[in-house]
């Protein structure tokens, strides 16, 4: 009926099993904490604040620490009994200076529908510190449509992929947002299944969706001015949208990108199956064979010492890319990996900054 994340405490003497879930169906990414009879009766959800909720058993089973926060809520710390009565509130995060001194506003959480008119989708909107809502701003869509993970945050510090990088480029003037469209995990199974076999399919259709709802009621998005950027899953996401949605997407930066579905790794064979008994879904998820629709400024990053994201399937694209008389940039980055590290990886950020600056004018 809904994702069981983990187990996190078993209490035989007292015949309770404690787990963490996602079973608010109002609030579907909520993470919270449940506790079953080892007889499977006497269902309890035993925190209440909205977010995540991080646990942690004492030894006895009969008390717990309860961390939670949401994306625009700071940390709290709580001390509860196992049936989950508040015994004490042992700590809160103090944001003060970072509102005073920094004019950090929270993102702003969303709903919007999928691109099949019905599914409900979840995402987060980041805003510049000095916002004025009768200015005119660029639009980023910060990308990670890949199975294997959300793009979404929800809790108050994440490192998650690309919520750095979203709230550094909403400072610089850019509007920008993520969402967790159809296929990304955490929502269960029938969610996920929508990409099963079929990678390539859904995930553009669903961000374009959500933009365009998003600018229906907020005039300050500027849909004339739209880029998109993701990095491994995310990059494959953002060449895709660059060449199924050329007229909605007009500069897309992707780093470290995973190519073809048919050249890729472990990830994708376990969504897609075989290239030889999927050939039809292979086919469709390549970009390469979308070359010739590039309309917009596109920069490729890429390491060349990448086992996953490989610097050979960036050189295919290269490639298809030429032979369709298609301009684009390119930034290499020697001996480096899928992640990035000392001077390549400022020398990134500060190339995406540039790149958006430049040709989206925020």
């Not at 620490?65 to 994306?71: C, M, R």
């Not at 196992?82 to 944001?95: E, F, H, M, R, V």
């Not at 979404?152 to 750095?164: A, K, L, R, Y």
């Not at 969610?191 to 099963?196: G, K, N, P, S």
């Amino acid at each position: 009926a809904f994702p069981v994340l983990r187990v996190v405490a078993v209490d035989e003497e007292r015949g309770w099993v404690y787990f963490l879930a996602h079973a608010d169906q109002r609030r579907p990414y909520d993470t919270h904490l449940y506790r079953v009879s080892l007889e499977g009766k006497e269902f309890t959800r035993l925190t209440e604040a909205t977010g995540q909720h991080q646990i942690q058993f004492a030894p006895s089973k009969q008390f717990f620490l309860d961390t939670h926060s949401t994306a625009a809520r700071p940390p709290v710390v709580e001390l509860k009994r196992a049936d989950g009565k508040l015994l004490q509130t042992l700590s809160k995060a103090n944001i003060d200076a970072l509102v005073s001194e920094l004019k950090w506003s929270p993102p702003e959480e969303f709903v919007v529908k999928a691109a099949d008119g019905k599914t409900d989708l979840y995402g987060v909107l980041y805003k510049p510190y000095d916002f004025d809502p009768n200015k005119k701003y660029p639009v980023i869509d910060s990308i990670y449509a890949g199975p294997q993970l959300t793009a979404v945050p929800h809790t108050f510090i994440s490192n998650w992929f690309g919520v750095v990088d979203a709230q550094a480029l909403a400072q610089l003037g850019f509007i920008v947002f993520k969402v967790d469209g159809r296929g990304t995990p955490e929502r269960g199974k029938a969610f996920q299944d929508v990409v099963y076999g079929n990678i390539g399919r859904h995930e553009i259709p669903d961000h374009v969706a959500a933009l365009k709802q998003l600018a229906e009621k907020r005039p300050y998005m500027d849909l004339k001015r739209v880029g998109i950027y993701g990095g491994s899953g995310g990059g494959y996401s953002t060449i895709r949208a660059m060449l199924l949605a050329p007229d909605v997407y007009h500069v897309g930066i992707t780093r470290n990108a995973d190519g073809e579905r048919s050249d890729h790794s472990y990830a994708e064979v376990v969504y897609m199956g075989l290239p030889k008994n999927n050939k039809d879904g292979y086919e469709y998820g390549s970009n390469i064979r979308l070359a010739e629709n590039l309309k917009g400024k596109l920069l490729l990053i890429q390491s060349t010492a990448d086992p996953h994201g490989t610097f050979a399937w960036t050189m295919k694209l290269v490639e298809a890319f030429i032979r369709a008389g298609k301009p684009f940039d390119l930034i290499v980055l020697p001996e480096q990996g899928h992640g990035l590290t000392g001077a390549s990886r400022t020398y990134v950020f500060e190339a995406v900054r540039r790149y958006f600056q430049e040709h989206l004018k925020p």
